[in-house]
Structure formats: C-alpha cells, structure tokens
C-alpha cells in the first residue's frame, strides 16, 4: 500500500475518517492525502458568497490538517476542490490503493448514499468507517463465496489488520435451494439431510479455500442469508472490521458492486471494507 487518500467532508465523523486513514498508511509506510470536495450548491449564489463559502471550508480543511499532522508519522497532504465529490474521487482513485470513508452524516449507523456512490464507482478499495476507536483492526471478518474474486477479500483483511488476529473467512449458505424443493413436495425429513450434507460439503470446500494462508486465516460456515448472517456473526465475534469483494468492470468507465456486498455494507454493525477486484465487463 503506497497511498491512501481520506475523503473527508468537514461533518462530524471527519477527524474519525482522518485517524483511521493515518493509522493505515503509518503500518504500511504509505502517503496520506486528505481530499475535501465541495459541491457548490444548486440554488444560483453572488460570486462574493460562493467565495465566502470557499474560503470556510478551506479554513475547517487546514484546520483538520493541522490537528491530523500533530498525530501523524506519514506524509499528509491536503488537496481540497470544488466539483462533484463522486467524480473527482473516482479519478483520483487511480493512483491511489484505498479511499477511506465515513457513513450517512444523518445517521452514522448507516451507509450513506455519498459512500455507497464511492464504493460502485472508485477505482481502489474503499474502507467506510463507523466505529470510533482508533487502534489498529484485531479481528476481521472476510466474506467470502469460495471463488476467486473473493480471495481479494481475506488478502485486503490481512492488510489491513497487519499481524493481528487471524482473520476469519466466514461463506454463507443460503435457504433458497431448499425452498425449490419444498415447493415441489420434497419431504421436511429429506430435506433436513440434504441441508446437513450442504453445510458439510461447504465447510469441506471452505477449509480448503483457507489453506493457502496458513494459520493466517481460519474459516467459519454459516447457515443463512450472506448479508444477515455475516452482520449477526460480526456483532457476536465483536469484530471491529468486515469485508466484502466487488467485481470492477475493466476497462470500461463502470464500475460493479455486488448486491450481497452492497448489502452486506449496510448491515454490519463495524468498520466495512470492499475489495475492487478487476473485471472483464466491457461496454457492447
């Protein structure tokens, strides 16, 4: 990890944003960029108060900077604009490795619709902060489905918990299968077993699927809807960090976050991370 920008947008969670995007890039020796985007308002305005406005977020920025950069051992920088917040993040999440977010100003449990635009559309891996503490992550979750794209999740869980706890890889087996088959007159009792056999065989598969990172991850199967299951897990294993794969879309200008990874965003109760995976969606 090389750099690590903070979208901060001056409100109440910002200097918790600021923190957590510091203690990342001090662990991993990475620069640090506070990025403040201000989005002009729609309701037209006289040059004199656009500037006035201008001039009180700047002031609040260098203010933020100011109190970040006593706390810092990394390189911080400031870069604060005037434009379309989802826009110019995007772009700059090029070169960047992670954007770090906070949740709804309205209500800090939820993902608000600013960070759920960041994370459909950046470039990077983007990190929503919710809870206040500032000490590194200890336990992390990673949801996973056993494919590849969601490896990318336990690697940015092991990064971003640097040398803590083992990070657990947690796969969800959803109900809907065996709904089919009661619908179709299949027996309670067979259905039973068949459910049993579901969970073994992918406790099988999940097992297998950790072992490439050693003692570094263990695994957990859980027995319900991913997004529900991984938010009710997370609360009773007091995890501190979740996080959830989304496939980008290549070399065309979208970018694709899953519904089980949108919603598992809105469900957990901790820090969420999503890991941009490259895609081979191209546009027709």
Known sequence: ?????????????????ADRARILAEDHGAELRLVHVWEPPDVPLPDE???????????????????????ARCPVELDIRSGNMAHDLTRMSHSADLVVTGTSSVDQTRIGPRTTRLARKVHSSVLSVRRRWCTPYRRALAAVDLSDASASAVDLALTLTNDAEPVTAVASLPSHDEMILSDAGVQPEQLDGVRRQRLSTLEERLEKFVAGWGGLVTSRVLDGPPAETVAEFARRRNADLVVVASR????????LLGSIAEATMSTVPCDVAVARVPGRFRRP
């Open 248 to 255: 980008g879309a290549g070399n065309s200008n979208m970018v």
């Open 1 to 17: 990890m090389k750099r690590v920008l903070a979208a901060v947008d001056l409100g109440p969670l910002s200097r918790r944003v």
């Open 49 to 71: 108060m656009l500037e006035r406005v201008y001039l009180y977020h700047q002031s609040q920025a260098e203010d933020l900077l100011t109190w970040i950069n006593a706390r």
